[in-house]
């Protein structure tokens, strides 16, 4: 399911900020963010731009990264968008803030309705981070293998209904890394070996996904098995913060998926095949018989330090014991629940 970076949201509740006079607390769908008093009332729609949305260079957000000049300053010169700017999880007068909600007013959309996304007619873009120097010599190879699924989860704020489908299911919780997704797969056409960063076929060569690929005979492992791809997070030096303090290069397994068949092994199938094959599978940190989160115990789940350092975790991804699909996300029940603390810490 495509994320919807700006749409279309009612607002559900309007909550005072203490000691604020000019900003209130506005919740829509699984967020909250701030907004200037008197703005909303509940029950009103707005434009709703989720977090690491880039909105477009114009007038209409300009206040986003331009200081407004105080009465009786002269107007100040147009600043372009800087290149790094993205929306963030901020706090404003200690309450957390995530994203940005404008009035439908502020923009000519015609007829709307809830939920529906405008992303591109606005014109915002997701954020990428610039490639570092340990990903930026993975030259195209192909396009992304077209027989395995992308890796992207939806986060349980953009999508709460999730809750619901998985509740009273047995369920795991594994943890987040913050690293490079790769995927790797043998072509059942020509038998070629693929090694993919989140997007596309690389070139052989000395780029993360190749040194993975031979350090844990991917290639090998693939041959005994042709219809598998592995998906994991590569972790280490030089790759974002190396938040996980590893001294070499990681892989953590968190797919397999056989293209054959179109099925995901169940968690436990793939704790089993990763420890059959010398791999490592990505860390539980919670395993249930039934599953009774709401969203807010979930994002108190995510939040904690990785393991033998100081480094907030990046989160959680949960899923059911059982492959499940999920009407609300048109496939596979998972999603992920992102710590406010390491997002906070993030855009520090």
């Known amino acids: 399911m495509e994320r919807k970076l ?77 290149g790094n700017f993205r ?34 007619k606005l014109g915002v873009i997701k954020y990428e981070p610039p490639v570092n120097a340990m990903l930026n010599n993975s030259e195209f190879r192909a396009p992304f293998p077209p027989l395995v699924p992308k890796t992207d989860e939806m986060r349980v704020q953009s999508i709460p209904e999730v809750l619901d489908e998985i509740r009273g299911l047995p369920y795991v919780a594994t943890l987040k890394y913050d690293g490079s997704s790769s995927t790797y797969v043998l ?32 290639e090998a492992i693939l041959r005994s098995n042709p219809d598998y791809a592995i998906q994991g997070e590569i972790c280490g030096p030089g790759i974002q913060k190396n938040h996980l303090g590893l001294k070499d290069l990681e892989l953590f397994v968190f797919n397999i998926y056989d293209f054959k068949v179109r099925r995901y092994l169940t968690h436990d199938e793939v704790q089993a095949w990763t420890g059959a094959h010398g791999l490592k599978a990505v860390a ?27 480094n907030e975790r990046e989160g959680i991804v949960i ?13 596979r029940l998972s999603f992920k629940a992102i710590s406010n603390r390491f997002l906070l810490k993030e855009s520090d």
């Not at 108190?300 to 990785?306: D, M, N, S, V």
């Open 6 to 82: 700006a749409s279309i949201q009612k607002v559900q509740s309007i909550e005072p900020i203490t000691n604020a006079d000019a900003i209130e607390l506005a919740r829509i769908n699984g967020w909250q963010c701030v907004v200037k008093k008197g703005e909303f009332e509940v029950g009103d729609l707005g434009v709703f731009l989720e977090i690491d949305s880039v909105p477009p260079d114009d007038d209409k957000f300009r206040f986003l990264w331009q200081r407004r000049p105080k009465e009786g300053e002269p107007a100040p010169e147009v600043v372009e968008r800087p």
């Open 87 to 120: 929306l963030r999880t901020i706090k404003l007068r200690g309450t957390l803030s995530q994203g940005l909600l404008l009035p439908l007013g502020y923009f000519d959309l015609g007829e709307v309705s809830e939920g529906e996304d405008v992303t591109e």
């Open 187 to 218: 072509d059942p056409f020509t038998g070629d070996f693929h090694a993919c960063s989140r997007n596309q076929s690389v070139l052989e060569g000395n780029s993360v996904y190749w040194r993975i690929a031979r350090q844990y005979g991917l």
């Open 284 to 310: 539980e940190i919670e395993r249930g018989d039934s599953f009774e989160h709401s969203q807010e115990s979930l994002l108190a789940l995510a939040e904690g330090k990785y393991a033998g350092t100081s």
């Open 319 to 331: 899923r059911p014991l059982a492959e499940t699909s999920s009407v609300a996300l048109a496939g």
